[in-house]
């Protein structure tokens, strides 16, 4: 009963890696119109940073990072900003999570890395 337990979780892990590596990525350009914080999705339901992005083509939820993760970030709300992202298999569809953001209005780059938050 162990091995197959041990299997499974296995199985499990390879498969969300999978998911991860097969996810579709985003390069999201547009104007900050919101930043707050809210519950995460999943099993993270500590306090996470959001933000609404203005694109060409709508608004966009970005989750960026646990807030006790990002204690420098200073991002302001119309700021130009360009984010790499992707979707993890446990959002909703739709949410972006960014791993790396660049301020264009203050010249600053944000490596979030870390699709494992």
């Given amino acids: 009963m162990k091995k197959l337990l ?3 979780g296995l199985i499990g892990s390879l498969f ?3 998911n991860i590596q097969n996810s579709t990525n985003y390069n999201i350009q ?3 119109i919101k930043a707050y ?3 995460g999705y999943g099993k993270m339901q500590n306090q996470w940073l959001f933000m609404d992005i203005k694109t060409k ?3 966009r939820q970005i989750a ?3 807030t006790f993760r990002i ?5 302001n709300e119309g700021d130009l900003v360009k984010i790499n992202g992707f979707t993890p298999p446990m959002f909703p569809a739709g949410v972006i999570k960014a791993w790396d ?3 264009e209005t203050q010249k600053k780059d944000y490596p979030i890395s870390g699709r494992n938050y």
């Fill in 30 to 32: 547009g104007k900050v």
């Fill in 16 to 18: 969300a890696f999978q």
């Fill in 37 to 39: 914080t809210q519950n």
């Fill in 71 to 75: 204690p420098n970030l200073d991002i």
């Fill in 101 to 103: 953001i660049y301020d």
């Fill in 57 to 59: 083509n709508g608004i």
């Fill in 64 to 66: 960026i990072a646990p």
């Fill in 6 to 8: 041990l299997s499974l």
